[in-house]
Antibody
């Protein structure tokens, strides 16, 4: 059974870096068939896709415009997991963060994503001093 | 960017009744790249429907999706007690992925 297990701190100070990890069991972070995503949810912003990493002969990353410049998503093949780092956080980044999988395809040099069929359990992250 | 608007915000129904949830897109999303999710308190969203009308693995056939262009519908034919939750639509397939709707809460009347 494929599962995603999230870990990371629930409290981050303003201006610091939010770091979360999503461990994959039953699938591979290096799979050529899927992408690994981070999504967050807050009352003010609803469900918001943040970014993804995927392997198609080489590693690719795509990021949401709203967090570009502050976000890094990295695969860790040795541990079969992927991580989220969000820099310079503010209280606006307070949310429940989820990792998720999709079975998208690479079409004409562009990744065309699919629905998110598998989700982690979620991590509530509060940005506060 | 395509904006998805769900209605109603809250649907108050009794078990056994039929639920009809709407998702309207600000521009055409075609006939394929629309998904529905169910979310219960304290849980992650769960994929119900993808490709407008295909049920995800393990989803009961009382859930059905339909629509095309800008208007989409999720129908729950007969509400079971476990169906009372929040439902989200999502447009995908674009790069970057599309947005989610704001959700419809189905509550017990």
């Amino acid at each position: 059974q494929v599962q995603l297990q999230q870990s990371g701190p629930g409290l981050v100070k303003p201006s610091q870096t939010l770091s979360l990890t999503c461990a994959i069991s039953g699938d591979s972070v290096s799979s050529n068939s899927v992408a690994w995503n981070w999504i967050r949810q807050s009352p003010s912003r609803g469900l918001e896709w943040l970014g993804r990493t995927y392997y198609r002969s080489k590693w690719y990353n795509d990021y949401a415009v709203s967090v570009k410049g502050r976000i890094t998503i990295n695969p860790d093949t040795s541990k079969n997991q992927f991580s989220l780092q969000l820099n310079s956080v503010t209280p606006e980044d307070t949310a429940v963060y989820y990792c998720a999988r999709d079975w998208g395809k690479f079409v004409w040099g562009t990744y065309r994503g699919d629905a998110f069929d598998l989700w982690g359990q979620g991590t509530m992250v509060t940005v506060s001093s | 960017e395509i904006v998805l608007t769900q209605s109603p915000g809250t649907l108050s129904l009794s078990p056994g009744e039929r639920a009809t949830l709407s998702c309207r897109a600000s521009q055409s999303v075609g006939s394929t790249y629309l998904a529905w999710y169910q979310q219960k308190p304290g849980q992650a969203p769960r994929l119900l429907i993808y490709g407008v009308s295909s049920r995800a693995t393990g989803i009961p056939d009382r859930f059905s999706g339909s629509g095309s262009g800008t208007d989409f519908t999720l129908t729950i034919s007969r509400l079971e007690p476990e169906d009372f939750a929040v439902y989200y639509c999502q447009h995908y397939g674009s790069s970057p992925p599309g947005t989610f709707g704001q959700g419809t809460k189905v509550e017990i009347k």
